[in-house]
């Protein structure tokens, strides 16, 4: 009977290890340095094009307080699935060639918002969104020429090309899943400071022992804290940027529409002191923010701000 087992498990562990190589495409890209120089090259075009302002933090998705991003994405993919299953079910072509309209133009805006993301990530999320935004540019591809093919009457090729396009875009979709779960790009950094840190006031430190009109750290806890002492009192934020962790005691203090706020030192994300909540992108979730007294003695004490 083991005799008998051992050439199935054989052809198992094949099949396996034929899978593999595209089980580990994602960190194979992480660790590719081949497109680097052209990475940096749009980096520097996008970010020097798209200056920070409403038409940026539109695209990050700040007015939402969500990223935009995937929304779009949502929408857009629906549609390219859609046409695969009614090219499938023989429905109306008419009804496919609706689907992939609205697809095609709606991949338009997600592509914007992806690229606005993308230029704001680390460089090992990078190189997988470039093969991500290849691969749904080619999926893009294939189902425009879907949509001429058909509206010239060549449903059948149009089909071809739209299962091909599924293909496509399927890819790009795992490497977009990748990129948010794997590699944490567009989730809330920040989030865990929530749960570390209970209700209530919490000793932090003696006010004598912040400098004036500069920014510190200091510890509450497991966390990292923003510590800025002013002529209006301190001022307590979650120290580790919610975009991606970037340290904001190295940031610049700056004032936005007569308010207070950080700017993160790492990709510009603009928080106000006051409450944490988000001015500029790309963060679009608020930096946990804490309310502050002082003792007659001089120790600050400080207890979470729930918006």
């Known amino acids: ?5 051992k050439p199935g498990r054989g ?3 094949a099949s396996l290890e034929r899978i593999m190589p595209a089980i580990n495409l994602p960190d194979r ?32 998705g700040v007015p939402i307080g969500h990223p935009l991003h995937p929304l779009l994405a949502t929408g857009t993919l629906g ?6 299953v009614l090219d499938a079910t023989d429905s109306d072509p008419r009804d496919a060639r609706v689907l992939l309209t609205a697809g095609i133009a709606g991949a ?15 460089r090992e999320q990078q190189r997988v969104g470039l093969a991500h935004a290849a691969a749904n540019l080619a ?16 449903e059948r090729a149009g089909r071809m090309l739209a299962y091909a396009g599924l293909a496509a875009v399927g890819l790009g979709g795992y490497l977009g899943g990748h990129m948010s779960y794997r590699q944490a790009a567009g989730a809330n950094h920040a989030e865990s400071v929530t749960h570390l840190v209970p209700l209530g006031w919490h000793d932090l430190c003696r006010l004598p022992d912040l400098p004036e009109g500069r920014p510190v750290t200091r510890r509450l806890g497991y966390i990292d804290l923003f510590v800025l002492r002013h002529s209006g009192g301190v001022s307590v934020l979650a120290d580790r940027c919610a975009h991606l962790a970037g340290p904001l005691h190295q940031g610049n203090i700056v004032i936005e529409g007569g308010e207070r706020c950080v ?12 409450n944490g909540s988000v001015v500029h992108g790309p963060a679009t979730a608020p930096q946990p923010a804490f309310e502050t007294r002082i003792r007659p003695d001089g120790l600050v004490q400080v207890k979470p701000i729930h918006l």
């Open 108 to 122: 338009i805006p997600t592509a914007a918002a992806g690229v606005a993301d993308w230029s704001m990530l680390h």
């Open 263 to 274: 700017s993160c030192p790492w990709h510009g994300s603009t928080f106000r002191l006051s």
């Open 11 to 13: 052809r198992l562990r």
């Open 1 to 5: 009977m083991s005799e008998a087992v």
């Open 139 to 154: 999926a893009l591809g294939l189902y425009t020429g879907s949509l001429l093919l058909r509206l010239s009457g060549r």
């Open 29 to 60: 890209l992480e660790r590719t340095t081949t497109l680097d120089r052209p990475i940096q090259y749009l980096t520097r075009l996008v970010r020097g094009r798209l200056r920070q302002g409403r038409l940026r933090d539109l695209l990050h």
């Open 79 to 84: 549609c390219f699935v859609g046409v695969g």
